[in-house]
């Protein structure tokens, strides 16, 4: 029933064309409960690792590919220049497309381009989020059925954003999910992000603590001492900082923010609504393919 009605609220955004703009770091005021966690303490040490080391790389572990690759950070594209076509039959096939969106309209280049998440092998497609963020919520399942019949050779990865005390420990949260998930503690990753927005936007359960969030992992299956063994582990505190430097190099202040491929920065309220940000993922990705 939760899905029927879920579905119902998508379609009815669908229809009206929702604009929305995104939760910023301004809003973000909430923080958790005394309890703190030992990562808090070094996401801020990172901050200002990676400030005064901007150039070099972060080595981690795989966290949905978690490795963040310099594509082209050296090379600077003039903001106005197309994009180059690696052969005149690509020019062909793609019979000298008119593009529905517009630079400087309804997405901004990042020059130089910036690392992301995973590996060249595939089109990244980056979604910065909190948990905490009503739009986030509203955007999910858009995202999640467009990621259900995306194309193949596009990845889909998803980086917290960090405004602030709570949303560093929905980080710790969001990896502990990811490293439990490939290890396969977590048998089902969508199924229970889903519910950790449920629990957030409608029960009220805030998450401000690591025993409230300990409890959401056991109604998941995950057993206590494989949440201990993960929650504090090395591969979580590096993903963390590998987040918040990306997020400083993709300019974050607001989210839901999607990030293509390194180089497209964009949101809803810049495409004009959610299922138009799902066409323009979908153009910037073929511009992309393109090259």
Known sequence: MKRLTRNRNLALLASFGLIIS???????????????????????????????????????????????VEESAAETEPENQAIV???????????ARNWKYKEGQNF???????????????????????????????????????????????????IPAMFNQLAVMHGQLYYTEVFL???????????FREMVFEEYHRRGNRLTSETAIQRLFLRAGVSEEDFQRTWGSFEVNQALRVAQDLARRYGVSSVPMIVVNGKYRTDAGSAGSYPKLIELIDELTAREGLR
Not at 40 to 54: F, G, I, K, R
Not at 124 to 139: G, I, K, R, T, W
Not at 183 to 188: A, P, R, V
Request: glycine residues 4%.
């Open 22 to 68: 995104g939760c910023s770091k301004e809003e973000a005021t909430e923080t958790p409960a005394e309890e703190t966690t030992a990562v808090e303490v070094e996401a801020t040490a990172a901050n200002t690792e990676s400030a005064d080391t901007e150039s070099e790389e972060t080595a981690t572990p795989e966290a949905e590919s978690l490795e963040v």
């Open 108 to 158: 901004t280049r990042m020059v130089p381009t910036q690392p992301t998440v995973g590996g060249a092998d595939k089109i990244e497609v980056a979604e910065v989020f909190m948990y905490s963020c009503p739009h986030c919520f509203d955007l999910e399942g858009f995202i999640n059925q467009w990621a259900e019949n995306k194309d193949p050779n596009v990845r889909l990865v998803r």
């Open 181 to 191: 998930t490939q290890s396969g503690k977590l048998k089902d990753q969508n199924a």
């Open 85 to 95: 076509l690696a052969q005149a039959n690509d020019i062909a096939a793609s019979g």
